[in-house]
Structures are given as structure tokens and as C-alpha cells.
């Protein structure tokens, strides 16, 4: 069994924006405006997950970090050992 892990991260943030006319009364509507991008980041995820599916000696997992997966995902890409 491994006794040491060095770990390192790699981001892929994604903000979503959206402009407002000036008489724009605040974000009573519950950013409504973002259930469009639902599909859109799910798409980017199974396209990252296919993408390191392709690499032989990589396991790649989940990670839950507390936050709901509409605001975060997290991927462990995890090497089993090396020399």
C-alpha cells in the first residue's frame, strides 16, 4: 500500500454572465436565466469525462466537495502508482 500521495490541481472554471437592461429591479427571479445552462455544463463534464477515459494507467472518480453539482464538479484523476 502506497504510503505517499503528492497531489496537484488543474482548473476548468466556467462563469456565467448575463446583462441586464439598466432597469433591471435585481435577482428577485432566482437567476432564472441560468436553467438554460444546465445542459450546457453537463455536456462540458461528459466531454472531459470522455476525454480521460482515454488514457490507459488513469483512474478517474467523482469527488464530493459539499457543494451542489449544479455549482461545482469535481474530478480526481489518480495515477495508482508510480516510479
Not at 455536456?43 to 472531459?48: E, L, P
Amino acid at each position: 500500500m502506497p504510503t505517499y500521495v503528492e497531489e496537484r490541481e488543474f482548473t476548468l472554471r466556467l462563469e456565467l454572465r448575463c446583462t441586464f437592461e439598466e432597469d433591471y429591479q435585481g435577482d428577485e427571479d432566482g437567476f432564472e436565466w441560468t436553467a438554460e445552462a444546465a445542459p450546457m455544463t453537463a455536456a462540458v463534464v461528459a466531454a472531459a469525462v470522455k476525454a480521460l477515459d482515454q488514457f490507459p494507467g488513469w483512474t478517474l472518480r467523482p469527488r464530493n466537495r459539499g457543494r451542489a453539482p449544479e455549482d461545482e464538479v469535481t474530478l480526481v484523476l489518480e495515477r495508482a502508482v508510480c516510479t
